[in-house]
Structures are given as structure tokens and as C-alpha cells.
Nanobody, 124 residues
Framework: QVQLVDSGGGLVQAGGSLRLSCAAS????????MAWFRQAPGKEREFVAG????????YYSGSVKGRFTISRDNAKNTVRLQMNSLRPEDTAVYYC?????????????????WGQGTQVTVSS
């Protein structure tokens, strides 16, 4: 079993930055695909970014590409999401997720393990 704990959310003005962290425990996630999703009120959960376990291609959604950076530290069992140039439309609950798949998937159904979520609010 894998337990994920998200942290780092908060309230920030448009144009500001936040860094989210996800700490994994229970089992090493060095061989798991790690991803961040987000869910705004009244909307479906959507893929934000994903990083494979083996140094392969990192994927971002079109709405965050160039502004967000996902990274992982397998030695520390953590994954981070650096969010810059934040916009009001980035407001959502952000979730860390882990999957034992061969590549990054953008469907939430592919991920078996989830963090509890951390709220990000961007004011205009």
C-alpha cells in the first residue's frame, strides 16, 4: 500500500507562485508514475502534470505548460509541483496520485493511490 500526503496549498494573488509537495509512505514509489490532478468546484478532476519513474518524458496539460514544473526525488519518496504565474482559473483542490503504469496517463482512472488534496486559491 502507498499513502500520499499533499501539502503546500494556500491563497496567493494572480501572478504569484506556490510549491506543492507530496510525501509518499508505506512503500517506495520509485517505480511508480507520479502525477498531479486538480478539481475545481462543479468540474471534473483534470490532469495537470505527470512524471514517469524512469526519467522519461514529462507531460503537462496545455493550460499549465510553461508555468508549472513537476519534479520527483525518488531517494526522498517525494514529488513536487512548482506553480508560477498563477491565474484565478488555477483555483482548485490539487491531488497527488501514483500509478504502477508503464507511462504517464492523463486519466484519473489509471491511478490507484491518491493524496487527500490541498486547496490552491488564486485571487485576481
Amino acid at each position: 500500500q502507498v499513502q500520499l500526503v499533499d501539502s503546500g496549498g494556500g491563497l496567493v494573488q494572480a501572478g504569484g507562485s506556490l510549491r506543492l509537495s507530496c510525501a509518499a509512505s508505506g512503500r517506495t514509489v520509485s517505480s511508480y508514475v507520479m502525477a498531479w490532478f486538480r478539481q475545481a468546484p462543479g468540474k471534473e478532476r483534470e490532469f495537470v502534470a505527470g512524471v514517469p519513474w524512469n526519467g522519461g518524458t514529462i507531460y503537462y496539460s496545455g493550460s499549465v505548460k510553461g508555468r508549472f514544473t513537476i519534479s520527483r526525488d525518488n531517494a526522498k519518496n517525494t514529488v513536487r509541483l512548482q506553480m508560477n504565474s498563477l491565474r484565478p482559473e488555477d483555483t482548485a483542490v490539487y491531488y497527488c496520485a501514483a500509478a504502477r503504469t508503464g507511462r504517464v496517463e492523463n486519466s484519473s482512472h489509471a491511478y490507484a493511490y491518491w493524496g487527500q488534496g490541498t486547496q490552491v486559491t488564486v485571487s485576481s
